[in-house]
C-alpha cells in the first residue's frame, strides 16, 4: 500500500489526536465537490461536510462545516458570530488551514478559528469529509465531529433571528 500523502496524513494524525477512529480512504477521483464526493462514496449529497472558509473584518478564519445539498445564508452566520464575515479567496484559505480549496478537512488546521457545524449533518447516522486533498474523504459520526471541532451547531441556512 502507498504512503499517504503528507497533507492527508496530517489529517489522518489529527483525527486519531482527537479521538476520532476514522480512517482516510483515497478515492480515485476527485472529490473536489459535494456532488462528486457523493456519487464516488455511494451516500446521499446532504451526507458530504462542506468546509467553506470565510474571514471577519478582523481577518479571523471561520469554517462552516455545511451539510453539500446547503447554502450558507452569510447574514445568518454573521448574526450567529457577531461579526461580519466574507468569503475567503484561495489564498486565505490556503494560509489559516494549510489545505487547497476542495481538500479542506475539518481538522488540522494551520490557524485556530471559529467552527460553525451545520445541524442538519446530525440528520445523518454517518457523514463524509473532506481529508486534505479532493481525493481523500472519511467517513465520521456527525455528532463525535461537531465535538471534536469544537463547533457551533447551527441552522446555516437560515437562522432565526
Known amino acids: 500500500m502507498a504512503e499517504l500523502p503528507r497533507k492527508v496524513q ?3 494524525h489529527e483525527l486519531k489526536s482527537l479521538g476520532i477512529d476514522a480512517v482516510i480512504e483515497i478515492l480515485p477521483t476527485s472529490a473536489h465537490t459535494a456532488t462528486q464526493a457523493a456519487e464516488a ?3 446521499d449529497v446532504g451526507q458530504i461536510v462542506k468546509s ?6 478582523a481577518g479571523r478564519p471561520v469554517l462552516i462545516l455545511t451539510a453539500g445539498n446547503n447554502r450558507v445564508d452569510v447574514r445568518a452566520i454573521e448574526r450567529l458570530i457577531g461579526e461580519p464575515i466574507e468569503k475567503a479567496d484561495a489564498e486565505f484559505v490556503e494560509r489559516a488551514t494549510g ?3 476542495g481538500g479542506v478537512p475539518p481538522v488540522g488546521h494551520s490557524e485556530p478559528m471559529i467552527v460553525v457545524f451545520d445541524e442538519d449533518l446530525l440528520s445523518y447516522e454517518e457523514v463524509w469529509a473532506a481529508g486534505g486533498i479532493p481525493e481523500a474523504v472519511f467517513k465520521v459520526n456527525p455528532r463525535e465531529l461537531a465535538e471534536a471541532t469544537g463547533a457551533i451547531v447551527a ?3 437560515g437562522v432565526p433571528d
Do not use: E, S
Open 41 to 43: 462514496v455511494g451516500c
Open 52 to 57: 467553506l472558509v470565510f474571514k471577519t473584518g
Open 99 to 101: 489545505f487547497a480549496i
Open 10 to 12: 496530517r489529517v489522518q
Open 155 to 157: 441552522k446555516v441556512n
